[in-house]
């Protein structure tokens, strides 16, 4: 049988034209395409090096007096000469523009942090009572959503500061809401907020722990759980293991916490924290300390007989130690004022001149402290019990708060505004990703006999999530770019105080680099986190 061999196709008489070759023209695109990019960044970079000369040369002064494209950015060692009201780090007038800006950028992320946590809460709660049955709760979500979605944002922080936070009332007739610990007032609004003692550390300890023991328990009873095909409740048993760790690691670094005192006169027969109690309770003539408020509301005593007789504390301001005896004082309902000193050698003298009854600090400043005071030996230094986190409470005393802290009105403000008007947007997004899960899901979840909120949390939101983590990320890039608009409230974010070093300055290009820098590095960080996130729980395709 003869072989039959493929038949080739006739080959080419000619070479093609290079215009019809594909290959040619590909290259021949390339080409063109850097052609045009080289000549697009020529003439971006003669356009801004002739805005520069137009800028001149002062945009670029050395510190020797010669201008050099190399000292751009060394105004930023120049004295700012600017106050700042809002610092969460140490800041002068005298110091240089690079820490006044360093300043702005904290305030800014200051409340983009604060307000991406407070405002994804909020969204979610809001986007859930959406899908509510209850007619009330699912009208009133919708109406805060339709409000603050459909109403520029500058409007709502005009409103949220002149016609709501100015008109609180004065300092002294502070509104305390659901008698809550909290005070509104046109000072701003003080809240409770925890101190954290030196003993936290070897709390903190039982803490990590806790977790690594609760993580470790969580994986032993899943392999139970797979080889007995019985559910054992992982959650209720991994927190409850967190718990009983947390609670004896809290006792165990109470009990070993030695490091606050007291300093006191010998005269005053004080050598235990209880003996302070005994002591007011005598001045007053009552024989226990929580007969006052009774005395004072029956008339055999008066406010000022009260404040008369109250402790006269000498602390260091923003130390640990008032706190955590401010706090016990409260407890054993012993009245107290304080008075505050920046530095401990000030407070040592106002005790020694007896301006003071107590002197707070820790056993190493008070001993130190003690040694300068004559006759030191007549002054003992009293332990205080120490718990790792004291919880400081806001407290009027003369003109102003102490205690907590203060959110001023400028920060509330935006903070709120942005909050609301961020958190009414993420609601949507929350009842779609909710409304993507299909409903065989719930149906499913129901006959397995779930209740409503291990339905929500157990089914339907771990899949709802797929569907909201990628909108979520736009709305928390809006909410910090969002954040300078504080300007409009006085609020001292980035580009309130890069608008003033702009100013002061003259340097408009190399302020204006920093601050699209700052907010650019701010979006990129927030996309980066949020990104793995959504890859963390995205679906495996096999």
Same mark, same amino acid.
């Given at each position: ?17 290079? !215009?019809?070759?594909? /290959? ?7 080409? %063109?395409?850097?052609?045009? $990019? ?61 820490? %006044? ?33 209850? !007619? ?37 007739? %502070? ?42 328990? !969580? ?37 070993? %916490? ?50 008369? $007789? ?59 402290? /003690? ?139 190399? $302020? ?19 990104? !793995? ?10």
């Amino acid at each position: 049988m003869a072989e039959i061999s493929p038949k080739l196709p006739p080959s080419s008489t000619g070479s093609i034209p290079f !215009w019809r070759d594909v /290959r040619v023209l590909g290259i021949l695109a390339q080409l %063109a395409f850097i052609v045009l $990019v080289v000549l697009g960044a020529g003439w971006i970079i003669n356009n801004v090096a002739g805005n520069l000369s137009t800028l001149g040369e002062a945009q670029f002064l050395c510190r020797d007096g010669t201008s050099s494209f190399r000292c751009a950015f060394d105004f930023l060692r120049l004295d700012a000469q600017f106050d700042i009201s809002e610092t969460p780090v140490s800041y002068d007038p005298s110091d240089p523009y690079a820490r %006044a800006l360093l300043v702005g950028l904290l305030n800014t992320a200051k409340v983009a942090f604060w307000g991406v946590i407070l405002a994804t809460l909020l969204g979610t709660f809001v986007g859930i009572a959406r899908l509510s049955p209850n !007619w009330l709760i699912n009208k009133v979500a919708k109406w805060y959503v339709d409000i603050l979605r459909n109403t520029p944002l500058l409007l709502q922080l005009f409103f949220l500061y002149f016609g709501v936070i100015v008109l609180f009332p004065q300092i002294r007739a %502070a509104t305390q809401p659901f008698g809550l610990p909290i005070y509104l007032s046109q000072r701003g609004i003080n809240i409770p907020w925890p101190v954290f003692m030196p003993s936290f550390a070897t709390w903190l300890a039982f803490l990590v722990l806790g977790l690594v023991q609760a993580q470790v328990l !969580w994986i032993i009873l899943g392999r139970r759980e797979q080889q007995t095909g019985k559910e054992s409740n992982r959650l209720v048993w991994a927190v409850l293991s967190f718990i009983i760790v947390a609670v004896i690691g809290w006792y165990v670094s109470s009990a070993s %916490a030695d490091n606050q005192a007291i300093l006191v006169s010998q005269s005053a027969r004080v050598s235990q924290f209880d003996d302070l109690r005994t002591s007011v309770a005598d001045r007053l003539g009552v024989e226990e300390l929580a007969e006052i408020d009774a005395a004072v509301a029956g008339g055999s005593l008066t406010a000022e007989q009260v404040q008369e $007789v109250a402790l006269t504390v000498c602390a260091i301001e923003g130390s640990a130690s008032e706190a955590n005896l401010t706090a016990q004082l409260r407890e054993a309902n012993i009245p107290y004022t304080v008075e505050r000193f920046s530095r401990p050698d000030q407070a040592t003298a106002a005790y020694g001149a007896g301006e003071c009854e107590l002197f707070v600090a820790n056993q190493a400043t008070l001993a130190a402290e /003690r040694n300068l005071l004559e006759n030191s030996n007549n002054h003992l230094i009293v332990p205080v019990r120490e718990t790792p986190v004291r919880l400081a409470v806001p407290r009027i005393e003369g003109l102003n708060f102490t205690g907590g802290v203060k959110l001023t009105p400028n920060f509330a403000a935006i903070l709120i505004g942005l909050v609301l008007y961020t958190g009414a947007f993420i609601a949507e997004i929350v009842r779609a990703g909710i409304q993507s899960v299909p409903k065989g899901q719930t149906e499913a979840a129901k006959a397995l006999g779930l209740t409503e909120s291990q339905r929500l949390r157990l089914v339907v939101l771990p899949q709802a999530l797929r569907v909201i983590i990628p909108p979520l990320t736009s709305q928390y890039l809006n909410l910090a770019k969002n954040s300078s608009l504080a300007i409009a409230v006085g609020y001292d974010d980035l580009w309130r105080i890069s608008y003033t070093t702009l100013n002061q300055s003259g340097r408009v290009l190399q $302020v204006f680099l920093f601050v699209m820098g700052a907010y650019l590095s701010l979006s990129l960080l927030i996309s980066a986190l949020l990104n !793995w996130y959504n890859r963390r729980i995205a679906l495996v395709e096999r």
